[in-house]
């Protein structure tokens, strides 16, 4: 825990050697991690204008910093996914997705750029928008699973 201890020899014990307070709470690294990944995700939410989610990413961050073991934080920054989507429909525009926005490509493909497949997937459903996943195939494989669970319930 990083506790700056010192060993005393004359009182046959250990000391803190500056002020110290022992965490109220612990968490494993796995545990750490899942409140990291839920605070970055209560963060895009509020980013879409769910204000509610704001400050819920304030105290998940916070958990998981005080909890963590000093570990540098961009150390643990991973590179985004990137999606290649064609609008099929009459409709071009494409403003429900400009958060995720990275490029335009030729006619009506774009470029996105997400970390999570579950809320990138929510958009591109929820934008009412007629589209095609040209790549990765992963995603679009992702996607039909996702959705078939779904339609089992209706």
């Not at 700056?4 to 020899?9: E, N, R, T």
């Not at 110290?20 to 980013?47: D, G």
């Not at 150390?75 to 490029?103: D, H, K, Q, V, W």
Request: glycine letters at 8%; hydrophobic letters at 40%; one cysteine or more.
């Amino acid at each position: 825990m990083n506790a700056p201890l010192l060993y005393c020899a004359r009182k046959r014990g250990y000391r803190y050697e500056k002020e110290y307070v022992l965490p109220s709470f612990f968490l494993s690294e796995s545990e750490r991690e899942t409140v990291r990944l839920l605070a970055r995700q209560s963060k895009e939410l509020s980013s879409f204008g769910y204000g509610k989610y704001e400050g819920q990413a304030e105290i998940l961050s916070r958990i998981a910093a005080e909890s963590g073991n000093g570990k540098d934080e961009s150390a643990m920054t991973r590179e985004p996914y990137i999606a290649e989507i064609e609008m099929t429909g009459g409709r071009t525009s494409a403003a429900p997705l400009e958060y995720f926005l990275c490029g335009k490509a030729e006619g009506h493909t774009f470029t996105y750029a997400f970390f999570d497949p579950d809320i990138f997937i929510s958009v591109l459903i929820a934008g009412g928008l007629d589209f095609r996943i040209i790549k990765p195939n992963w995603l679009r494989a992702y996607m039909k699973e996702r959705l078939s669970g779904i339609l089992k319930f209706l």
